[in-house]
């Protein structure tokens, strides 16, 4: 690798020399507002009179037998600088610029625009990638009302066309100020790394999105026929389907491969390691991806092509909840692979729902439900795969999910009838996050009738409100109709399910009568909402028929929602071991036969003897971080000998003699300071022995 200082002019210059953008890179995203820096920096290099401006640096490397230039690093300031080339020229050829110099546009066209000795149709000395590609042409080519408008190429020359124009300098004097921009040109030689060398230079994370660098691995090594093959069949295409969310998806789909997951900004450096551990090749492995991202925009769009399925997803989408889709996309793959029938693929995401609306009901958090999804449908396999029978026979996959989905506990768990009926009459609607909120006032409004109200996008466009029949603010003639327990009726079922409905006509109602609602023009009598076909019938709005309302809807709620059973029970019952990662495990009590740290097992007859070692495999790797802790006196680690502890090493010791609970606080506190995943952590339980506390 080769670098040298240069002017930015002298690296465009040069015949039969070619800037390639390959296909693994961005497009073009600078924005106006990193535009506008550029031109300002140019207007005072003019001021000024400085007679050099560093510009950053350039990385490339040449295609054997030409000088064309593939360009790994300075794609966006090498078109952004021809951007404001192409505004000069075009600016005088309109008349609008003046240039001392009359043939100085027809030498920037020439020499830094384009290439006039290619031999191929296309002359344009910069090569972006294709959807750029077509907007940069016809700045050179076509006429102001043939541009490509909503290409951020146009958007950036149009800007640069203007700031040219008000800043009155002529041709000359900005190209010779664009001739003062300096940068270092890195020419990469056989040997070099592309790869090691493009994570380098972007190792901060702020110009490319993790999907960039993965497009960037994915294509980089490959040769340029290769690239554009891969690209336009699988990565563009995967783009597309995953409207340029792509970060996002490869996220779930590295989820649903590893049942884990992965922070955000880490997801490129997840991937990587997972593609070199995997078995397949550049093309499997992308070709596997854009299987998976046709799934998932089925999913995104409720389109998979059966409208009894795609009007379940259309419900379940209204949650706003990407958690599942890691679930979703393993699933329908399996569904479709194994030749499941809709009725049963049905069942499935009828499950989940009910799953997801009893946990709202019953106010249980939705983000414990990450890693229950992230690793259902891999659970609900492997139990199908131990419950094989000798003659081969299989258990239904509905069965097996509703086993697991059943047996959830704590935070995860799935509230049963008693929990519902409780909560329900309790809970306040507008404490429902907007989207949840929206799923169950569309399903108890809708329920599964075919004619329907668009109650989310009615909702949404604020069309319709939710309107309070007891109004928030109570009139005089309001509490003499509730009675002398007025004030705490109102408060009890103000908010509540009972006292809720949707209208068109809010601003109307205010807090008038419950009669005057309920008879005037658009009033609750006229209203087409089936959630008020028992208010219209009342004569009155007391707490007698708000407890009535309440029933019937939990009556709706109990249909919609149903308590699900299921005759599957496990016929192998191998030693029990669970993740540390598990939220909703119990650990008090379980006696250790073994952990597993890193895929590796090792035995032990107790938690303190997990403790010292798996500090010890720890140590191994992070002494520095294991010091810092000891010198801190943190997560119970120390550099102070007492009896309570055991040493680790010279000055390093750890709590040892407390409870279970406590030693995996411990455990926590350590792997993230070392930033290791719990999941890297298992426990493995003996099924027939009792705990005895006093081995700890």
């Excluded at 793959?333 to 709202?360: N, P, T, W």
């Amino acid at each position: 690798m080769k670098g040298e200082a240069q002017p930015l002019i002298k690296f465009f210059d040069g015949s039969d020399k070619r800037f390639i953008i390959p296909l693994y890179q961005r497009n073009y995203d600078w924005k106006i507002e990193n535009c506008q820096q550029l031109f300002n920096d140019l207007l005072k290099l003019h001021r000024t009179k400085r007679q050099s401006h560093f510009f950053g640096s350039i990385v490339s490397c040449i295609e054997n037998g030409s000088e064309d230039r593939f360009i790994i690093d300075g794609q966006q300031r090498i078109t952004t600088v021809s951007l404001i080339l192409i505004a000069l020229v075009n600016a005088y050829k309109a008349n609008e610029i003046e240039a001392t110099d009359k043939k100085i546009t027809e030498k920037i066209f020439k020499r830094y625009l384009v290439d006039e000795y290619q031999e191929d149709e296309r002359k344009v000395k910069l090569k972006p990638i294709k959807k750029d590609m077509q907007a940069f042409d016809a700045l050179l080519y076509k006429p102001k009302d043939k541009y490509v408008k909503e290409s951020n190429v146009t958007r950036n020359y149009d800007f640069f066309y203007e700031e040219i124009l008000k800043s009155k300098l002529s041709v000359d004097e900005i190209f010779d100020t664009i001739k003062k921009l300096e940068v270092i040109n890195i020419k990469l030689e056989d040997g070099d790394d592309a790869q090691l060398i493009f994570e380098s230079l972007n190792s901060t994370g702020l110009d490319l999105s993790e999907a960039d660098k993965i497009r960037n691995y994915l294509l980089m090594s490959l040769t340029p026929a290769q690239q554009d093959d891969l690209y336009s069949r699988f990565w563009n295409p995967i783009e597309e389907k995953t409207e340029y969310e792509s970060t996002s998806f490869v996220r779930d789909y590295l989820t649903m491969k590893q049942g884990k997951i992965g922070r955000i900004d880490k997801i490129y450096f997840i991937f990587k390691d997972f593609a070199e551990s995997s078995s397949m090749d550049r093309a499997e492995l992308m070709e596997e991806m854009y299987h998976y991202a046709q799934i998932y925009h089925q999913i995104n769009h409720a389109e998979t092509g059966v409208d009894k399925l795609d009007r379940k997803l259309k419900q379940l989408r209204t949650l706003d909840s990407t958690i599942m889709y890691p679930f979703y996309m393993a699933f329908f793959d399996y569904a479709e692979k194994c030749g499941m029938s809709v009725d049963e693929r049905y069942k499935v995401l009828d499950i989940v729902e009910s799953y997801f609306a009893r946990r709202i009901i019953c106010n249980l958090p939705s983000n414990a439900l990450n890693k229950v999804f992230s690793t259902l449908h891999k659970d609900v396999m492997n139990q199908m795969e131990k419950n094989t029978t000798p003659q081969g026979g299989e258990p239904y996959y509905i069965d097996v999910l509703t086993y697991m989905l059943l047996n959830k506990a704590r935070s995860s768990i799935f509230p049963r009838d008693e929990e519902v009926k409780t909560e329900f009459a309790v809970r306040q609607v507008y404490k429902i996050p907007t989207p949840q909120r929206m799923f169950i006032l569309e399903r108890l409004e809708n329920q599964d009738n075919n004619e329907r109200h668009e109650v989310v996008k009615q909702l949404s466009n604020k069309e319709i409100t939710i309107e309070h029949i007891m109004p928030q603010t109570l009139s005089e003639k309001w509490k003499a109709s509730l009675g002398e327990n007025w004030e705490t009726i109102h408060q009890q079922y103000l908010h509540t399910m009972a006292n809720l409905t949707l209208t068109g006509y809010n601003s109307q109602y205010s807090n008038l009568t419950f009669i005057e609602k309920r008879d005037m023009e658009k009033g609750f009598k006229e209203s087409a909402f089936r959630l008020n076909n028992y208010v219209k019938d009342c004569e009155k709005w007391t707490e007698e028929e708000l407890l009535q309302r309440q029933q019937q809807l939990l009556k709706v709620v109990m249909q919609l929602w149903p308590m699900p059973s299921t005759s599957f029970e496990p016929v192998k019952r191998d030693a029990e071991s669970v993740s540390m990662d598990e939220e909703d495990f119990e650990f008090t009590g379980k006696k250790l036969q073994a952990y597993i740290y890193k895929g590796v097992r090792y035995t032990v007859n107790t938690w303190k003897e997990m403790l010292i070692q798996v500090c010890g495999h720890v140590l191994l790797e992070y002494r520095p971080t294991i010091e810092w802790l000891c010198a801190n006196e943190k997560h119970g680690f120390s550099y102070k000998s007492e009896a309570w502890r055991r040493e680790l090493g010279q000055d390093m010791y750890v709590w040892s003699d407390n409870s279970t609970n406590t030693k995996l606080s411990i455990l926590h506190g350590l792997f993230n300071e070392c930033d290791i995943p719990y999941s890297e952590l298992a426990f493995e339980f003996r099924q027939d022995a009792e705990y005895d506390e006093s081995e700890e």
